[in-house]
């Protein structure tokens, strides 16, 4: 009698919409929460009216995103939840959360109780909020276009990974990452705290790493990827890098 020590293949459970959007409600209240308590708590108030205008446009930019993965291709979530095998850079996120909550952190202490940053003008708050809003979009947009928009990076020969081109891809290669450097970039600005930008910078310079690993492996993997590094000459800013 022979024993069979071959391990199971685990058949992943089909995301079904009503899933997808139970999955995606409490990491949104879970997000929202913690902006909102952890600045609230930091700062001892709870009446800034830019950390109120941050909430809803986040809000707004998770559910947009949400209807366009959706639309798009629901094993997206998936793939940004748990993304599949091969990933380069699976740190990115453990390495980011740390980060992104010292900066709420510092935000709350600094606009409430410190005030490291003096007093931040309304126009340079709205200036943040309208960054912040464009940085939404722009994620959004790029997710629209790429059913591959995965939160590592690996080549998705499981999900049938190959280049792609439309949407905001025919202008910069990485568009997602503009996105991100936006947002690192501009809440900071949103909500009133020059100090709160240094662990945001660290974010953004994480980000650019990715984008350097994921390149790497993109030219060196990915038929048809070096044609459009080509074409397509930027990576982030159009007619500098």
Not at 139 to 154: C, Y
Request: proline share 5%; net charge positive; hydrophobic share 50%.
């Amino acid at each position: 009698m022979t024993q069979n020590n071959a391990s199971p293949v685990v058949v992943k459970e089909p995301l079904t919409a009503s899933r997808l959007a139970f999955s995606m409600t409490w990491r949104l209240l879970l997000f929202l929460g913690c902006l909102l308590g952890i600045i609230g708590v930091s700062a001892g108030r709870w009446d800034l009216w830019n950390v109120w205008a941050y909430a809803v446009i986040y809000l707004a930019g998770m559910v947009a995103g949400t209807i366009v993965i959706v639309r798009t291709d629901p094993t997206l979530f998936q793939e940004r939840m748990r993304p599949g095998p091969g990933g380069r850079d699976p740190r990115l996120r453990w390495l980011a959360i740390p980060l992104m909550l010292a900066h709420m952190v510092l935000a709350g202490l600094d606009v409430g109780r410190r005030h490291w940053s003096g007093e931040v003008s309304v126009v340079v708050q709205f200036l943040g909020l309208l960054i912040l809003a464009g940085a939404m979009a722009m994620s959004t947009w790029a997710m629209s276009a790429n059913r591959f928009f995965s939160s590592d990076a690996r080549i998705q020969r499981d999900r049938g990974h190959y280049v792609v081109t439309g949407g905001p891809y025919q202008y910069v290669r990485h568009p997602g990452y503009v996105g991100a450097i936006l947002m690192a970039l501009g809440s900071p600005l949103a909500l009133g705290s020059y100090v709160s930008a240094l662990p945001m910078i660290a974010v953004a310079l994480l980000i650019i790493r990715r984008l350097l690993i994921e390149e790497t492996m993109l030219l060196a993997e990915l038929e048809g990827y070096t044609d459009y590094a080509a074409r397509v000459r930027y990576r982030l800013l159009p007619g500098i890098w």
